[in-house]
């Protein structure tokens, strides 16, 4: 599970509750599904996270969470915002990369600490919404090395549209074609031959083309993968030139330190919806440490790649959505009863917004932007039972009657491994994955052949290690590993396994063939085909089945002393002496006899 | 009178006039000593003998008494030192006789205070010197020591105690009980007596000839050790899986059954598991190399999945933006939880339509990318279980759970909120480990969500749970390495010794 470093002080700090101890507040965590995992070199808290609620990335999101547990918040809070004086112009971008979204915040009094939990905030976000830099990437820069040139607004289209059109999923943007007129400073995301340009990276000490960033600078190499493939490789320029080459590294230039009170911050990615809601809970964070959020205007050239080409728009969007739940079904969801203020008043403690429809006992709950987790009503209804104390429902078994009973084959499976048992075999489990190595070669079998075990190979693309490459095509080169990892123990040795065997079958649908098998060997210093038969023509007797032995030649057995095992006239099995070549292979130094035939046979 | 063998030598060999030791009658009576002494008692409740006991002290060698007895006694080999030395003469360094008898650490100190003790002459200032007089060779001590190497007794008391103290020899009491025959035995063995058959086993021909009733059975010792022998035993971790097996059908569950190796669609896609999930990476999952892909996926269904995917479920539902591509779906793999047989099973493609209420379950082997140590497999036992009804609550899901783990002793379940991609709410289970108190992970748990439920064609509510077979089973029986259990490295005496589970 991921896990997140928060500084216990900051979390005092940011949730006004400066007497609270480091045990209280592991308590309070908790409770919001944070688990304590230990304690960093620093004294930090390191919290194992939920994947959901990636608002809680950073301890300014973690302190939201719990100032709305203790009741010190209550219901949606969205910041405020500035008119845009930024535009960013999109065109002639690479294809594989064609969004981009971007926000500026001032006035922040960034100290080593809260810059830290920026940081991590940012690499939290790629490692997960991000999916590591491929679908979005963020940058923070310093606005003030930032310069931008006349914007170029006379060309971008009717702005109500677009914003319409970027709107989904949520209800409201909050763009207007007003405001992203008045943007009168512009960079450019762009696409450029990874040869062309050069810019010093972070971390670097000269300038480099992108092309030599991939390949010789250390984060460069890390991410070269995602832009392996482009021919033109994502760019974003302010009016001094080249100083982003995102999703791989900003440039120095606009590296941002302590002293840094302006940032600007652009996110580029493969979904648009999924950069913008990164930007948000980004912005989310940085009100909270008292930042001012300043919009800025994205304007798609009428060529640019993806899915908005001519359309304009203000980012961040901190529009909420919506979702109408009815009171019944919460009701019916927790198990309990509620009336319509309590409803209110745990939306108020999950930070979300209830309102009464025009429908009788249906709400509409207003969702803030950093909540990518809430897809449907009953993420709603999750959160008002988080809210209401999931912990403090009392269980009750529910009045559901059915019948229960085991599947056909498993009974099967149980009266088979019954009678095994009364015959005095050791019931063994093995793992149903193997190498080829011990599936044949060590059996002499030759892979695809057409004997028992000989079956075509299912085979794993990226195995553990090379004891489990396939899953075995007959159980026993399972039992023989067993005898081998057991010649120090007393003999007799008679074990069996019933599990599970599969090959590869172009007539079924998922084009492997599953099926139960039987396995048995009898290891002694006396033990013959005899011992084998014997035990063979008891659990064939047992189930009522005609047992015929007919000579075979197996390469796992002795010739002469090795017979199919034919139940009610059908071929499903092979019993034998254990070939002393095999036997010597596994360091055994005690003839063995045994046996294999399919479990469906006894039916 | 008819008696038994034994007790007719004993009565034969007793003397009516002398008590004599049953060790030595039953040595006359060619008996066991053990055989004679119960015949011993059996006479005397027939009132035929008389039987005395007394103690007597006897003395066995110790280790060191026993060595003395090879080199000699420490004092007698200094003693024998010194007169090599001249010490008879005048007195001798000390030093050199130690070196002469070969005598070393604390054999010295034994040494020097024995030899004053015992008079073989006087130690001043370094200085040996010896009695000519004294005869090492009739010493009392260790003429007491061959006596007992011997088996002869020791008649003079104070020579050992003398011993004893010395920790040559270890002295213990033992019950010696003599017998002399009654009037009644004399008068018995007068009018004869019989031996009486005695037999070892019972035979068919015994059973049949009636000859049974007038033979007498042989003693066994019935509480000596009997020869091993080695029965076969269903596996520990099956013998669990049986068990659980009990539990849920006793509960109403009925077991459901699929395929080990299925369709992406099957273990993620139906349950709403957005493509780009970080699980759904190579690294976790065991995707094959041949066969590559499943034929054929139910269409209809497919277009629901997507559409859920993309675009959500319900009026107000949201989809992923993530990417969705069949070919991804259609991907084989060792499915990495037995949730794949749920989606089949609630989808229809196993059993056909299901009506609510319905209860469902299996135990069967999941495949997981992870790391292989003490307490994780590469495959392993998932008990998976779903309910299916009109209705559910997680107060219903909270009562099946408790009753379920309660059967197991494991009680004061915990549900921690959780987040899974296809349940909500979610619950992770807390449980109090039977043993240690040790509040521990049980269990993951949850209400479908409706973006799973909708496309496979289910309205109305399931909840599920699954769980690590293996983890109930060292909460159960205290096993610290599940690769000691699962797998070809499993020690057969482990598995033979390993107690039942029941």
């Known amino acids: 599970m991921p896990t997140v470093d928060i500084d216990p002080d900051e979390l005092r700090e940011l949730t006004g509750h400066g007497d609270k101890s480091d045990a209280e507040l592991r308590d309070d965590l908790f409770s919001l599904g944070l688990e304590y995992e230990g304690e960093t070199d620093e004294g930090h808290f390191e919290l194992e996270f939920a994947p959901d609620r990636l608002d809680r990335l950073s301890v300014e999101g973690i302190a939201r969470s719990l100032r709305y547990d203790y009741g010190d918040d209550r219901g949606v809070y969205v910041p405020s915002t500035n008119d845009a004086e930024w535009t960013i112009e999109v065109e002639d971008t690479p294809p594989e990369r064609p969004y981009v979204t971007g926000a500026i915040v001032r006035g922040l009094d960034l100290d080593e600490s809260s810059l830290d939990s920026l940081i991590q905030l940012q690499e939290k976000l790629h490692a997960t919404m991000g999916r590591k830099r491929a679908k979005g990437a963020i940058g923070v820069h310093d606005l003030t090395m930032l310069k931008g040139g006349a914007a170029n607004v006379t060309a971008a289209p009717p702005q109500d549209e677009a914003v319409d059109d970027l709107a989904r999923p949520d209800a409201d943007a909050t763009g207007e074609g007003a405001d992203a007129d008045s943007a009168t400073k512009t960079i450019t995301y762009t696409g450029i031959d990874p040869d062309s340009e050069e810019f010093v990276p972070l971390e670097g000490d000269r300038a480099m083309t992108p092309a030599e960033v991939t390949d010789a600078h250390h984060i460069g190499v890390e991410y070269a993968d995602l832009v392996a493939e482009m021919d033109r490789v994502p760019a974003i320029y302010d009016s001094i030139g080249l100083f982003s080459f995102p999703p791989v590294i900003n440039g120095k230039r606009t590296e941002v330190d302590t002293g840094s009170r302006d940032l600007f911050i652009e996110m580029t990615g493969t979904d648009q919806w999924t950069i913008d809601h990164m930007l948000s809970i980004v912005c989310y964070a940085l009100d909270a440490r008292g930042g001012t959020v300043e919009e800025v205007a994205v304007e798609y050239a009428d060529g640019a790649p993806g899915e908005y080409a001519g359309q304009s728009f203000l980012r961040p969007d901190l529009g909420t959505k919506t979702k109408t739940v009815a009171h019944d079904r919460i009701e019916a969801i927790l198990g309990v009863d509620l009336d319509k203020r309590e409803i209110g008043d745990l939306a108020d403690r999950a930070g979300l917004d209830a309102s009464e429809t025009d429908t009788d006992g249906v709400y509409e709950f207003e969702i803030p932007p950093y909540r990518v987790d809430v897809l449907h009503p009953i993420d709603v209804i999750d959160d008002l039972g988080r809210a209401y104390g999931f912990n403090t429902l009392e269980p009750r078994y529910p009045d559901v009657s059915t019948v229960g009973g085991r599947h056909d084959r498993s009974k099967l499976e149980r009266a088979t491994r019954d009678v095994l048992v009364g015959l005095g075999f050791e019931d063994l489990l093995n793992f149903y994955m193997i190498s080829e190595e011990a599936n044949y070669e060590r059996l002499q079998v030759t892979p695809g052949s057409d004997v028992v075990g000989g079956g075509d190979p299912v085979t794993i693309q990226e195995p553990y290690s090379e004891d489990y490459t396939m899953l075995r095509s007959w159980a026993l080169p399972s039992v023989m590993l067993v005898l081998e990892n057991n010649t120090h123990r007393s003999y007799p040795q008679d074990l069996a396994e019933i599990g599970l065997a599969a090959e590869v079958d172009e007539s079924t649908n998922t084009n492997v063939a599953e099926h139960r098998t039987v396995a048995a060997a009898v290891a002694r210093h006396d033990a013959s085909y005899e011992d084998a038969k014997t035990r063979l023509q008891a659990i064939a007797a047992n189930f009522d089945t005609e047992l015929a032995t007919p000579p075979i030649d197996h390469p796992t057995f002795i010739d002469g002393r090795t017979a199919a095992v034919e139940l009610d006239g059908e071929a499903v099995g092979v019993v034998g002496e254990i070939d002393p070549a095999v036997l010597v292979e596994h360091d055994l130094e005690v003839p063995v006899a045994g046996f294999e035939f399919r479990l469906d046979a006894l039916e | ?502």
């Not at chain 2, 008494?65 to 360094?93: N, Q, S, T, W």
């Not at chain 2, 010696?176 to 063995?189: E, Q, Y």
């Not at chain 2, 139910?298 to 990417?323: K, T």
């Not at chain 2, 469902?360 to 997981?368: D, H, M, T």
């Open chain 2, 1 to 502: 009178m008819r008696l038994p063998h034994a007790q007719v030598a004993l009565l034969e060999a007793a003397d009516a006039d002398d008590a004599r030791r049953i060790d030595a009658l039953a040595d006359e009576a060619g008996l066991k000593p053990e055989t004679a002494t119960g015949a011993a008692f059996a006479l005397e409740d027939e009132g035929l003998l008389a039987l005395t006991e007394e103690t007597v002290e006897s003395a066995t060698l110790t280790d060191e008494g026993r060595a003395y007895l090879d080199e000699g006694l420490p004092e007698v080999r200094f003693y024998r030192g010194a007169i090599d030395a001249g010490a008879d003469d005048e007195p001798a360094e000390m030093g050199p006789v130690i070196g002469a008898a070969g005598l070393d650490g604390a054999a010295v100190d034994i040494a020097l205070s024995n030899f004053a003790r015992k008079g073989y002459g006087q130690i001043d200032s370094g200085a040996v010197s010896a009695d000519p007089e004294a005869d090492p060779d009739s010493d009392p001590e260790a003429a007491a020591l061959a006596a007992l190497a011997d088996g002869e007794s020791v008649a003079d008391e104070d020579v050992l105690a003398q011993l004893d103290r010395r920790g040559l020899v270890e002295i213990s009491e033992t019950t010696v009980r003599s017998a002399r025959l009654t009037d009644d035995g004399v008068t018995t063995l007068m009018a004869g007596v019989e031996v009486a058959e005695t037999v070892g086993q019972v035979t068919p021909e015994l059973l049949t000839s009636g000859e049974w009733r007038d033979v007498e059975f042989a003693e066994y010792n019935v509480e000596a050790d009997a020869d091993e022998v080695r029965t076969g035993k269903t596996h520990v971790l099956r013998r669990q899986a049986e068990n659980v097996t009990d539990t849920l059908v006793g509960m109403g569950f009925q077991e459901m059954q699929g395929p080990t190796v299925d369709a992406d669609f099957w273990i993620n896609d139906c349950l709403f598991m957005p493509q780009d999930h970080p699980a759904r990476n190579h690294w976790d999952r065991f995707a094959l190399e041949q066969p590559a892909q499943i034929d054929e996926l139910p269409a209809a269904l497919v277009e629901r999945v997507e559409s859920a995917h993309r675009e959500g479920v319900g009026p107000d539902g949201e989809g992923y933006h993530s990417p969705w591509d069949l070919d991804f779906a259609k991907a084989l793999a060792l499915r990495g939880h037995t949730t794949s047989l749920t989606a089949r099973h609630l989808s229809g493609e196993a059993l056909g339509e299901l009506e609510p209420p319905q209860r469902f379950f299996s135990i069967e082997k999941v495949y997981r990318n992870d790391t292989l140590d003490a307490t994780h497999l590469l495959e392993f036992f998932q008990i998976e279980g779903w309910v299916m009804a009109e209705e559910l609550s997680v107060r219903d899901l909270m009562g099946t759970f408790t009753e379920f783990y309660e059967q197991f002793g494991i009680s004061d379940i915990q549900f921690k909120p959780h987040y899974n991609p296809y349940t909500e709410p979610s619950f992770e289970l807390f449980g109090r480990h039977p043993e240690t108190g040790e509040l521990i992970e049980i269990g993951n748990s949850g209400i479908f969500r409706p973006e799973m439920l909708e496309p496979l064609g289910v309205d109305c509510d399931v909840m599920a749970w699954g769980l690590a077979l293996e983890r109930l089973l060292m909460l159960v029986t205290g096993a610290e390495d599940i690769r000691d259990v699962h797998g070809t490295l499993v020690d057969l005496d482990f598995l033979r010794s390993e107690e039942v589970l029941y």
